[in-house]
């Protein structure tokens, strides 16, 4: 029998150590390395069966594929994000902080899936048969025909699976809660996790299936644990939402079969999880028309334009460091335009502090919000509003310059749809937005945009001292 050689692995992000140590080198937690035995690394290489390997059949690029490539759930906003569908013998992570509605989220696709005509299985580790069936019972799809089961073995569970016709989407509810018998360690552990993970990936590409595993977040927004699932599947999508609110964005964090940018809207209602298709009249449904310090932006997310408020606030500093706060953006993207429009446009802020939020909870990646962004915060440092019917976007570069950006069309469409009549963005090219009915108000460099809110600002205030004695 072979000695079995305990191995210290960090229950954060995995690294394997020989002794124990209080602090993980590669993730730098403390306290999270914890003692583990696994089987199959316990078995030296010498004694493991040795063999001539077995012989299997290569296939050829051009072949064909009987079915469907692609499982389209039916609900837009997932597919959308998805990349039109689940893949086949592809598998999922789902993460997201708990009570998001990642449960409601696949139950909802669960019996989308399986009122047309597909097997569908839904394994919850963590709730009782009977607490799913009462959430689906209250959603209104108790009657469509998905299979469940409350079980954690994951060997019990491909056993189930091997008996009848493979499923077309197996959802694994949590696979923080999952154990295999061929690692000894508790569940929970990255290295059960790990285990249960690769037996349930190897299930899928094996099968054809589509398989979904939960996964909880920590409070730094990493799936916790299963850091290293994510290396292990073909893609991980993340649900998000703002406690205080109720709707949710699924946004693919990587996708080996479709794209990383493309969002997804949901609602939380009372009757679960309500697709939301037209995203920007729902972010600026609480504008703030007409006070300083506000600008909408003209955003893309993948093929889709959002617009959003940008919201900031300047204000003189009581600090010796004043204070730089951002919920929604680059803090170092932040940094950026205020050192441009220190060094290009005069604007000094080394003396205010500067807070700066996108509304509704969104985060923004796009580099064209930098106008937007600009555009709010000489607004809230010269107290003059802008025009309530202009949008903002463009690129800011270091030399103060204003470079043109990608999409102007659609962010100009969604930008009339929505009743906005004017544009101020970079100096559009050949692919200009002439037959969206906006007016296009290009601005070459950063200065161009400060110098014309100034002077609006300063015409404003004019105006009220003149009607005002
Ligand atoms: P759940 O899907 O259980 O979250 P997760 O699986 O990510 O932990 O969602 C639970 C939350 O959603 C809970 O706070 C109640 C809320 N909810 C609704 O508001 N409406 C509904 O129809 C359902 C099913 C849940
Ligand atoms: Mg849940």
């Not at 893609?235 to 079969?257: C, P, Q, T, Y």
Request: with cysteine.
């Amino acid at each position: 029998m072979a000695k079995r050689s305990p191995s210290y692995v960090c229950q954060n992000c995995g690294a394997a150590y020989n002794r124990w140590q209080g602090k993980c080198d590669a993730c730098g937690e403390w306290n999270s390395i914890a003692e583990e035995t696994s089987a199959i690394a316990a078995v030296p290489a010498s004694q493991r069966p040795r063999g001539r390997g077995r012989v299997f059949a290569l296939e050829s690029l051009t072949g064909s594929t009987d079915e469907a490539p692609r499982l389209v759930s039916g609900i837009g906003e997932l597919d959308r994000v998805t990349g039109g569908g689940f893949v086949r013998g592809s598998v999922l992570l789902l993460g997201g902080d708990p009570g998001i509605g990642k449960s409601t989220l696949l139950i909802q696709a669960c019996a989308a899936l399986a009122n047309r005509n597909a097997r569908v299985i839904y394994i919850s580790g963590e709730e009782a048969a009977a607490q799913v069936r009462l959430r689906a019972e209250r959603l209104g799809l108790a009657s469509a025909p998905v299979e469940l089961a409350s079980e954690t073995s994951v060997e019990d569970i491909l056993a189930t699976f091997e008996h009848g016709p493979p499923p077309r989407l197996v959802v694994i509810d949590s696979i923080q809660t999952m154990w295999t018998d061929t690692v000894e360690s508790a569940p929970g552990t990255v290295t059960q996790v790990r285990g249960s993970a690769q037996a349930l990936i190897r299930y899928a590409k094996r099968s054809g299936s589509t398989v979904i595993l939960v996964g909880h977040v920590t409070k730094d927004g990493q799936i916790a644990g299963p850091r290293v699932v994510e290396h292990m599947v073909d893609a991980v999508l993340s649900f998000e939402g703002d406690g205080g609110r109720d709707f949710r964005i699924l946004r693919g964090v990587k996708n080996r079969f479709g794209p990383t940018d493309e969002i997804g809207v949901f609602e939380m209602t009372g009757l679960g999880l309500r697709e939301v298709t037209n995203p920007s009249a729902l972010f600026l449904s609480e504008r703030d028309l007409g006070s300083p310090g506000t600008a909408v932006f003209g955003g893309m997310e993948g093929t889709r334009p959002l617009l959003v408020e940008m919201q900031a606030l300047v204000a003189p500093t009581s600090l010796g460091t004043p204070r730089r706060a951002v919920v929604g953006w680059d803090s170092s993207r932040l940094s950026m335009v205020l050192a441009v429009l220190e060094a290009h446009c005069g604007v000094k802020l080394g003396g205010h502090d500067v807070y700066l939020n996108v509304a509704g909870g969104l985060r923004i990646q796009e580099p064209a919000a930098d106008l937007a962004v600009a555009a709010a915060l000489i607004s809230s440092l010269t107290g003059a509003p802008l025009p309530a019917d202009a949008v903002y976007f463009g690129e800011v570069s270091l030399s103060g310059s204003v470079r043109p950006v990608a999409h102007m069309g659609p962010r100009l469409k969604e930008a009339a749809k929505l009743g906005f009549h004017r544009a101020v963005c970079p100096v559009p090219g050949n692919e200009s937005g002439s037959d969206s009915g906006m007016r296009v108000n290009g601005v070459a460099s950063l200065a161009t945009l400060v110098a014309d809110i100034a002077a609006s600002g300063e015409s404003q205030r004019r105006k009220s001292t003149k009607v005002s004695p």
